[in-house]
């Protein structure tokens, strides 16, 4: 995500930390290089032109604090005026009707239905009762999509197979959502290869009939400029509320991002960060912000974590970890709550230099050792996962044959693990050994 803007915007804060005191020719010369990145990477060019402009003024009239150099104090305007640019805060989603109704609109292929799935499951952990609708009467594929994606959820969707009528579809999924008392409705709407007079009075139409909330519009991160020409035709029609920005997993520019607040006007609410349900949330700019300036987003992988890992097992792992009883199943579990927290490369990304880390990294790679390693432990009996020392010569072909790897890798494997467990042990001696001396220190300066 925006790895090329990342790499160009740190390239050019070198040169800006480097420098010594602040001057309107030094200034320029190093802000040159951000605007350049800030361009290639897509950005409106106006957009960019003020942003520099922006960050040139309070760079020159800012009172330099004696503790900070006065590179770094610039990178701190840049960073400031880029959660402006990206809108300064969550933007949070209106829901006050009963029910709420919350419309999905965009071209055909910018991933509304997806988007529609994505934020119904988001809504229904936060207590919400969402109802899917499926108002696609172009696409056949739409509604069987949506459907498959509700049941993937465990959310109920609306459908009328064979109905034309939008309106009609309308009227019956509100009075279905009044019967079962869902708050919450969500319309996947219509889209076309490019805005034309035809959809956009249909969509006029459900909009005054519906009465809606939230008008989102789903965009396409990839598709550049081309998405905020998009976003200024839709709010002009339908005076949209704010957008939901797709594929930003793919988007190594992110111009789109960018120059979407500053544009319309609209802020951006959510995020798609992949293909999965759950890979989708709230637009937080401060976090973007630092992400793009390869700062990393400790709170957003913090949250993910919460929200992935039981408290109790992890409390339970850190003290099988502390009393060296550490087990190649434990080790197993691990894994798969790593894998629930997303792709590594996501992972790695919100630590702070994570882009740093990740170039010239193949994560893929990384990730493939990790699906060997799973599948070697789930070749082994409880009984190996538990006691790997009775892993002979024969068990050991036996696991890398049932699990498609070599003897080697599980040697390895049982190797590093044993190494784990080392270390694990040594680390519980020496917090035993530091809370006795803890107890014994007062005592020693006793007169």
Same mark, same amino acid.
């Given at each position: 995500?925006?790895?090329?803007? @990342?790499?160009?915007?740190?390239?050019?804060? !070198?040169?800006?930390?480097?420098?010594?005191k602040? @001057?309107?020719?030094?200034?320029?010369? @190093?802000? !040159?290089?951000?605007?350049?990145?800030?361009?290639?990477?897509?950005?409106?060019?106006?957009?960019?032109?003020?942003f520099?402009?922006?960050?040139?003024?309070?760079?020159?009239?800012?009172?330099?604090?004696?503790?900070? +150099?006065?590179?770094?104090?610039?990178?701190?305007?840049?960073?400031?005026?880029?959660?402006?640019?990206?809108?300064?805060?969550?933007?949070?989603?209106?829901? @006050?009707?009963?029910?709420?109704?919350?419309?999905?609109?965009?071209?055909?292929?910018?991933?509304?239905?997806?988007?529609?799935?994505?934020?119904?499951?988001?809504?229904?952990k936060?207590?919400r009762?969402?109802?899917l609708?499926?108002?696609?009467?172009?696409?056949?594929?739409?509604? =069987?999509?949506?459907?498959? &994606?509700?049941?993937?959820?465990?959310?109920?969707?609306?459908?009328?197979?064979?109905?034309?009528?939008?309106?009609?579809?309308?009227?019956?999924?509100?009075?279905?959502?009044?019967?079962?008392?869902?708050?919450? &409705?969500?319309?996947?709407?219509?889209?076309?290869?490019?805005?034309?007079?035809?959809?956009?009075?249909?969509?006029?139409?459900?909009?005054?009939?519906?009465?809606?909330?939230?008008?989102?519009?789903?965009? =396409?991160?990839?598709?550049?400029?081309?998405?905020?020409?998009?976003?200024?035709?839709? =709010? +002009?029609?339908?005076?949209?509320?704010?957008?939901?920005?797709?594929?930003?997993?793919?988007?190594?520019?992110?111009?789109?991002?960018?120059?979407?607040?500053?544009?319309?006007?609209?802020?951006?609410?959510?995020?798609?960060?992949?293909?999965?349900?759950?890979?989708?949330?709230?637009?937080?700019?401060? !976090?973007?912000?630092?992400?793009?300036?390869?700062m990393?987003?400790?709170?957003?992988?913090?949250?993910?974590?919460?929200?992935?890992?039981?408290?109790? =097992?992890?409390?339970?792992?850190?003290?099988?970890?502390?009393?060296?009883?550490?087990?190649?199943?434990?080790?197993?579990?691990?894994?798969? +709550?790593?894998?629930? &927290?997303?792709?590594?490369?996501?992972?790695?990304?919100?630590?702070?230099?994570?882009s740093?880390?990740?170039?010239?990294?193949?994560?893929?790679?990384e990730?493939?050792?990790?699906?060997?390693?799973?599948?070697?432990?789930?070749?082994?009996?409880?009984?190996?996962? !538990?006691t790997?020392?009775?892993?002979?010569?024969?068990?050991?072909?036996?696991?890398?044959?049932?699990?498609?790897?070599?003897?080697?890798?599980?040697n390895?494997?049982?190797?590093?693990?044993?190494?784990?467990?080392?270390?694990?042990?040594?680390?519980?001696?020496?917090?035993?050994?530091?809370?006795?001396?803890?107890?014994?220190?007062?005592?020693?300066?006793?007169?």
């Amino acid at each position: 995500m925006f790895d090329t803007l @990342s790499g160009k915007l740190q390239n050019a804060f !070198r040169n800006l930390r480097g420098l010594g005191k602040i @001057s309107e020719d030094n200034v320029s010369d @190093s802000l !040159r290089d951000v605007r350049m990145a800030l361009l290639e990477a897509d950005v409106n060019f106006k957009v960019a032109r003020d942003f520099i402009e922006r960050v040139k003024t309070k760079a020159l009239g800012v009172e330099v604090v004696q503790s900070v +150099q006065p590179g770094q104090q610039i990178v701190k305007i840049i960073h400031d005026e880029l959660v402006d640019l990206l809108g300064s805060q969550n933007a949070a989603i209106n829901l @006050s009707g009963n029910p709420a109704c919350v419309m999905m609109v965009g071209l055909h292929g910018a991933g509304k239905t997806t988007s529609s799935a994505k934020l119904a499951r988001l809504l229904l952990k936060q207590g919400r009762t969402p109802l899917l609708v499926a108002a696609d009467v172009y696409r056949p594929a739409a509604m =069987d999509q949506l459907e498959t &994606l509700g049941k993937q959820i465990d959310i109920p969707v609306f459908v009328r197979k064979g109905e034309k009528d939008v309106l009609k579809i309308a009227r019956e999924a509100l009075e279905e959502a009044r019967a079962t008392n869902r708050n919450t &409705l969500i319309f996947d709407t219509a889209g076309r290869l490019q805005i034309d007079e035809p959809l956009v009075q249909e969509l006029v139409r459900l909009r005054d009939l519906v009465k809606p909330q939230e008008i989102l519009l789903v965009l =396409d991160a990839a598709t550049g400029q081309e998405a905020v020409n998009v976003a200024t035709h839709f =709010d +002009q029609a339908l005076n949209v509320t704010g957008s939901i920005l797709t594929k930003l997993d793919g988007d190594a520019r992110g111009g789109a991002a960018l120059s979407m607040k500053s544009v319309t006007g609209k802020p951006i609410k959510y995020a798609g960060m992949g293909e999965k349900v759950d890979e989708f949330e709230a637009f937080h700019p401060e !976090r973007m912000a630092s992400r793009i300036l390869g700062m990393g987003d400790v709170v957003s992988l913090v949250e993910r974590a919460a929200e992935a890992v039981d408290e109790n =097992d992890a409390k339970r792992m850190e003290e099988k970890m502390r009393k060296g009883e550490f087990t190649l199943e434990d080790f197993l579990d691990n894994l798969r +709550q790593m894998k629930k &927290l997303g792709p590594l490369e996501s992972i790695v990304g919100m630590l702070p230099g994570g882009s740093e880390m990740l170039k010239g990294q193949d994560m893929g790679k990384e990730e493939k050792k990790f699906r060997r390693m799973e599948g070697i432990i789930c070749g082994m009996t409880i009984k190996e996962r !538990r006691t790997p020392q009775i892993l002979n010569a024969t068990r050991r072909i036996r696991i890398a044959k049932g699990s498609g790897v070599t003897v080697a890798e599980v040697n390895n494997l049982l190797n590093q693990f044993g190494q784990m467990q080392q270390m694990m042990k040594k680390m519980g001696k020496m917090q035993k050994m530091m809370a006795k001396m803890g107890g014994a220190v007062p005592g020693m300066f006793k007169k």
